[in-house]
Every structure is written in C-alpha cells, then in structure tokens.
DNA sequence: ACAATAAATTAACCCAGGTTAACGACAACA
DNA sequence: TGTTGTCGTTAACCTGGGTTAATTTATTGT
C-alpha cells in the first residue's frame, strides 16, 4: 500500500518498507474539509490514495490564492513545515471527499539515513518538487491570466474538469468576475478563430 | 575550493572531494555576459565565487522577467537541464563581473552514488531550493507588485543595492515605467507615515 | 572635458483586472 | 413546494499597470 503510493519515485522493493504502513496514519476527508491550516507545525507527507487535495495561501484581506492541487497518487509537503521547527505557510483542504495517507518526515529522514536508496528516493521526491515549482514560477512571471487558463484547461483537463470555476480562478490568480470574461473572450476568440480557419478571412467586425 | 563552496550544504569534509576539483571548470564572466541560453542542454551545477548571476525567463514578445539572483557562495542550477535530455527554459546573465565554477552534475550523480553522505547533500540542496521556490511563489501568488518591491528591498537590501531598477522592476514583475510610479507612491506614503508618526495626524490633503 | 549611450523619470492614453451589486441557474434541504 | 445558499454570469465603475514618447539624469568612452 506504502509502496503502490510511492510508485511515482520508485519500482522497486525498498528495505524497512514495512516501518511506512506502521507509521503511516490514514485520514479521510469530506469535501472542504481542512488538512491542516497556516502556521502549523506540520512536518507531514502526505499521499494522496483518492480525491483532490488543494494547497492554498489566505491573505491579510480575506483573499485565498491556491497554489496547487495534489489528485491521486501524488504526495506532497510543505517544505517549510520539513524544517526543524518550521510552520506552514498556506493551508489544504478537501477539493472532494478523499483520502490521504499522513507520514511524518521524521521517519523518511530516519530511513535515509540508515538505507542510501531511501536517501536517493527522498532526493529524487525533492527534485520532482522543484521542478514542478519551477515550471509554476514560468507560468507566473511569463504569461498573463488568459494564457495561463487557455493552459491550465488544455494541459490539465481532467483536473480542470473537477474543479468549481472559483477554483480555477484562484489558481489562475484572478477573481472569479475577471475568469467569466476571460471565458468570455476565449469563447469569442474561438469563434473567430474557427471562421479564419473555415473560411480563410475573418467575418467578426 | 569545492569545499568552501559546500559550505552552505555541509561543514564536514566529504569523501572523493577531490573528483570535484578535477571535475570544476572555472569561468569568468564580465557583466552583461552570458553564461547559458534558453534551450540548451546545461547538466550542469553552478557555484558563484564572487560577483551575481541573473536567471531569466525571455518571451516571445521580447520581454525578459528575472525568475532570480544568486550571488557570492550560492549555487544554482536549471532543475529541467538536470533531467536526463532535458532543456533549461531559462537564460542566465552575469549582473557584474563575475566567476563561476561549473561542475557536471553526473559527477555528483556519481558521487551521491557512492556515498550516502554525497547524497544527503544533494538531497539537502533540493530541499533548499524547493524552500526558495515555494517563498517565492507564495509572493507572486499574495502579494501586489508595490509589497513586492517594498518586501524586496528590505529583505534583500545589499542585494537590491547592486541591481539597476531596470533588473529590480524585472524581478518584481513590472515594467520600469511602473516600479518608478510605485517607487514615487511609496516614498510619498513615506512622508505621509512620517508625518501620522511625528504629528499625530496626516497633513496631506 | 565632452560627446555618446544607457538609465531613470514624467506625462498621456489605453486596457484588463478588481470591486460591487444585481440576477438567474441550480442543488440541498426542510 | 418553497427556502436557502452557492455558483456562474453580466453590468458599471474604478484603479493600477502597460505602452509610447519626450525629457532629464547618470555612465561610459575617447
């Protein structure tokens, strides 16, 4: 079980697997229930085994900006919370009724320091996490919100698909006034777009 | 030399440290120079001996918006030219003069291969870039362009002292017209704040 | 010291996203 | 069946950043 979870890192057996399914503490969650909240001390794991699970950073203001979704079969952590006496800095909660598996670092650190392989799983876990903070960070800096919801939906339908549009807004970071326009305006372009394509000139204006 | 450059990683000595300064290759940058472009295979880590190196991101419409610093004693690298084939998706510019060392990241691979220790300290260094990239995400998510300039120059203050506001307003994600209106409010709403503070009230308007 | 180039500032105009509020669609629930 | 509440949509207005261009202020080079 441990094991199928970490099929995202590792194929093969790994020795001591048997100290995950004993340290591991399965919770389930309705949707919209809270994981954990900012400001906690939450040097956690987590798998997720079925459902959707939302990262996101509350503001001074009342506003909510997510930061990632985490379906099935994924793990994740706040890496700030990893730290000796760290606090997390955003929040999680349930997009739908799903179930994690909760592992706390302390045991991974454990079993890397006394097998290389889990050493080199835990180094590999880090650099898939960078990597995909990297690729966030490009579409924040380098596209505006209506390319980065064209991409959104085109490069992660399926998850899109699950998602309330207030959702998607949030991770697009736009209010979900302006993500009713840019749908608008994505709409009309494709309109355009198909009489360009289908007639070879455009017919709006 | 190798070691001095760990230190941020790790204070003991490690083992097979010499492979490192075989495997090092100097290079010395005059500003402006570049060290690797966008689209590039570049399987490589870079240490910073002295002077700062930019990380940026060039759009298609000719924009450029700087993903990072790094200064004297960090190390940097493009986490998608790392993977086996992969390209970085980001160019990287002296700011001053500048000297690198540039180590293939194979040899630490290898290293890290066959020594548990060598792999702590690369796991170590994933997670210290994750941390990096999660801060930053979190500003672009919550924060507006004028917190971003403010929080900007007063965490990093020796840093931002060195830059052209034209790289700053590149960081913070505006043009350099807008960084000059939002460095303009913001020296206002300084002598505003001075003056609730002295008087007790505000004498503008 | 002076010319040439780059960087920073300011003004004017445009536009996309934020904000508030109103309305219709839909689901949950008594 | 009606009620309540949430979600998505639209309209109206406001604001702050983008854009262009002109001007002033550093920097650089000779």
Not at 14 to 33: F, N
Request: proline content about 3%.
């Amino acid at each position: 079980m441990a094991k199928r979870v970490l099929g995202e890192l590792c194929s093969e057996a790994l020795p001591d697997e048997h100290r995950l399914d004993t340290a591991v503490h399965i919770k389930h969650l309705q949707a919209g229930d809270c994981l954990f909240s900012a400001e906690e001390q939450h040097p956690n794991v987590y798998f997720i085994r079925n459902g959707m699970i939302k990262m996101v950073y509350e503001t001074m203001d009342g506003n909510a900006w997510i930061k990632a979704f985490s379906e099935e079969g994924k793990f994740f952590a706040s890496l700030m919370a990893l730290e000796p006496g760290g606090k997390t800095s955003f929040s999680t909660y349930a997009v739908c009724d799903t179930t994690v598996e909760q592992l706390p670092y302390k045991v991974l650190i454990e079993l890397a320091n006394s097998h290389p392989v889990w050493q080199k799983v835990l180094r590999r876990a880090f650099e898939i996490y960078g990597f995909k903070k990297e690729t966030r960070e490009k579409e924040l800096l380098t596209l505006s919100p209506e390319e980065r919801y064209v991409r959104f939906i085109k490069d992660r339908e399926e998850l899109a698909g699950r998602l309330t549009d207030r959702d998607i807004a949030s991770y697009i970071r736009v209010t979900p006034v302006a993500l009713c326009r840019i749908k608008r305006r994505v709409r009309d372009m494709g309109t355009l777009i198909y009489c360009i394509d289908d007639r070879g000139e455009n017919h709006e204006n």
